[in-house]
């Protein structure tokens, strides 16, 4: 499991952050399901029909994306190969994701990068 931050600086983490917030917003987007997803101060926040919020949001001290949703809260570390890992588990950050919305809207969802 990773134990530290791959970029160089605040700055290189960001913009991957950006990239990747953007890129999944735009597969959510693509989703035909009643959800409002959005992007707003650098985190990527998720309204379900139910009411219910999936938030995922860096952590720029830290060099993380933190994923909160259904009172549970998860932490991602950058890999090498570009993939986002959870720190204490080592599940991928695509995978916890693609399962959290396939459970919510009862349909099959994968998301890539």
């Given at each position: 499991m990773p134990n530290r931050s791959m970029f160089s600086d605040d700055t290189a983490f960001r913009t991957a952050t950006e990239?990747?917030?953007e890129a999944l917003l735009d597969q959510i987007d693509e989703i035909d399901a009643d959800i409002d997803?959005?992007?707003a101060s650098g985190s990527l926040t998720v309204q379900f029909e139910d009411g219910s919020v999936l938030?995922?949001?860096p952590q720029t001290p830290t060099h993380?994306?933190?994923l909160s949703a259904n009172y549970t809260?998860?932490?991602f570390l950058c890999e090498?190969?570009?993939a986002w890992i959870e720190r204490d588990t080592g599940a991928s950050m695509l995978s916890v994701l693609s399962?959290?919305?396939?459970e919510k809207?009862?349909?099959a969802v994968r998301f890539t990068l």
């Open positions: 990239e990747t917030l997803p959005r992007v938030m995922l949001s993380e994306l933190w809260a998860w932490h090498e190969a570009g399962t959290l919305f396939s809207l009862n349909e």
